[in-house]
């Protein structure tokens, strides 16, 4: 029997893949360690429609308890949410979705990984059915110089407002 030959593309791939699945593990380790998973629960099965508009003091934690693997770097490199502004659009069919403008703090404000961390919160939170739309407030642009704030604006995937 020959041996399987791959090209390096696809071996690029597979490599990719397997690091992916190693990174997704880790984090979900260290948030396990940081989080106790009932509480992570139970913010999670929060609306958040009906906390944003009560102005609940578990809006952050329900906003934070719905990231996944961006979650472990925030709380490892201690930054976290803030939630800037918001609104209650017509979303699809006749449910109501939220527009969320984020802010970051802590020392993500000045981690060359922002545009990464920004990305991975805006996808994580877009898979909660109340989440219509995801924006970044544009003064987190000043932390960047002139190339970071290029690449962002060009690569970034997310929307300043």
Known sequence: MEPVKTDDEELVKIYGSQ???QMRIEAQRRISENHDEEELGRLRALSLISLIEANHPDVI???????????AALDGHGGGLILSSWEL?????????LSLV?????ACVSCGAAPGTLKG?????????????????????????EIQKEFVLKFGEVTFI
């Open 121 to 145: 919160i805006q996808d994580d939170l877009l898979m909660d059915e109340e989440v219509g739309r995801i924006r970044f407030s544009a003064s987190m642009l000043e932390w960047f110089d």
């Open 19 to 21: 690091i992916e699945d």
């Open 89 to 97: 659009s017509d979303g699809t069919g006749n449910r109501n979705a």
């Open 61 to 71: 934690p329900a906003l934070m308890a719905r990231l996944g693997p961006v979650r």
């Open 102 to 106: 984020i802010d970051l703090d802590g």
